[in-house]
Nanobody, 114 residues
Framework: QLVESGGGLVQPGGSLRLSCAAS????????MNWYRQAPGKERESVAR????????IRADSVKGRFTISRDNAKNTVYLQMNSLKPEDTAVYYC?????????WGQGTQVTVSS
């Protein structure tokens, strides 16, 4: 199970930290991903973090502003989002692939607006 939290309404230039709490599998063994889906657009891969901690920001539009991290002791993956822009408005999803099954959280809404 994946449960996201931390979304909300923020002004342009602000920051948010999303959290995704995982359960039901050995969290430390698996890569974790953040995706987002804006209204009327396809779901977009934002960032990925490997089990050992190596990370990749996949969306060029967020490079230098977003950081993915994980705390294996807390079974939680984070997405730190800084310098937010209106175009970052989307539902953000946590995702992992375990034993051939694609798991998704319910999503958390991020709205960037003045």
């Amino acid at each position: 199970q994946l449960v996201e939290s931390g979304g909300g309404l923020v002004q342009p230039g602000g920051s948010l930290r999303l959290s995704c709490a995982a359960s039901g599998f050995t969290f430390s063994m698996y890569s974790m991903n953040w995706y987002r889906q804006a209204p009327g657009k396809e779901r977009e891969s934002v960032a990925r973090i490997m089990s050992a901690g190596g990370s990749t920001i996949r969306a060029d539009s967020v490079k230098g502003r977003f950081t993915i991290s994980r705390d294996n002791a807390k079974n939680t993956v984070y997405l730190q989002m800084n310098s937010l822009k209106p175009e970052d408005t989307a539902v953000y999803y946590c995702n992992t692939w375990v034993s051939g099954i694609d798991y998704w959280g319910q999503g958390t809404q991020v709205t960037v607006s003045s």
